[in-house]
T-cell receptor
């Protein structure tokens, strides 16, 4: 069973609207949680990294939140743009597993329409 | 900085042929990773190197896969013989230890492999 589950699998929104992507994980204890953006035909690019003690991290219009008690994270995108169309991947690294041990979610495919 | 460079970007080959994928990491990075991405399984770590030494190859699917890193600026992933189920996008990534102990990985553009 995948230790990192993302929802929804895909999402379509209109340009200018906000959206929230979800990530639930069972990796425990964990060291850090990352959100990556992957454009079609490209490699993933890191958006945010949060340690287990952080609750929120922002990167421009992207804000990630983390609830370590419920093992949930969300990525909120504000005032979406066409360029936000991409897959968003949640990645959790277990504590003690080495900082290069990353458990990947399957991703959420976001489409922003004009 | 040119980022992580991978070649070729696309490879189409017939079953049974040998395939070699190439990667040049970001200069100065001491970790290099090979990943495979498919629709069914998402991103999977195959192997990673630290200072040119393979550290963990537990993700390599079988003996048909091998990876080398002869120097700090070059790595190869070889599949011999290739099979249709090897069709996927293969990513190389490199990293350097970050400020709080985590490693920010930088991914290359990937090689799309199709085995017919």
């Amino acid at each position: 069973k995948n230790q990192v589950e993302q929802s929804p699998q895909s999402l379509i929104i209109l340009e200018g609207k906000n959206c929230t992507l979800q990530c639930n994980y069972t990796v425990s204890p964990f060291s850090n949680l990352r959100w990556y953006k992957q454009d079609t035909g490209r490699g993933p690019v890191s958006l945010t990294i949060m340690t287990f003690s952080e609750n929120t991290k922002s990167n421009g219009r992207y804000t990630a939140t983390l609830d370590a008690d419920t093992k949930q994270s969300s990525l909120h995108i504000t005032a979406s743009q066409l360029s936000d169309s991409a897959s968003y991947i949640c990645v959790v690294s277990p504590r003690g597993g080495g900082n290069n041990d990353m458990r990947f979610g399957a991703g959420t495919r976001l489409t922003v329409k004009p | 900085d040119a980022g992580v460079i991978q070649s070729p970007r696309h490879e189409v080959t017939e079953m049974g042929q040998e395939v070699t994928l190439r990667c040049k990491p970001i200069s100065g990075h001491d970790y290099l990773f090979w990943y495979r991405q498919t629709m069914m399984r998402g991103l999977e770590l195959l192997i990673y190197f630290n200072n040119n030494v393979p550290i963990d190859d537990s993700g390599m699917p079988e003996d048909r896969f091998s990876a080398k890193m002869p120097n700090a600026s070059f790595s190869t992933l070889k599949i011999q013989p290739s099979e249709p189920r090897d069709s996927a996008v293969y990513f190389c990534a490199s990293s350097l230890r970050g400020g709080q102990g985590w490693y920010e990985q930088y991914f290359g553009p990937g090689t799309r492999l199709t085995v017919t």
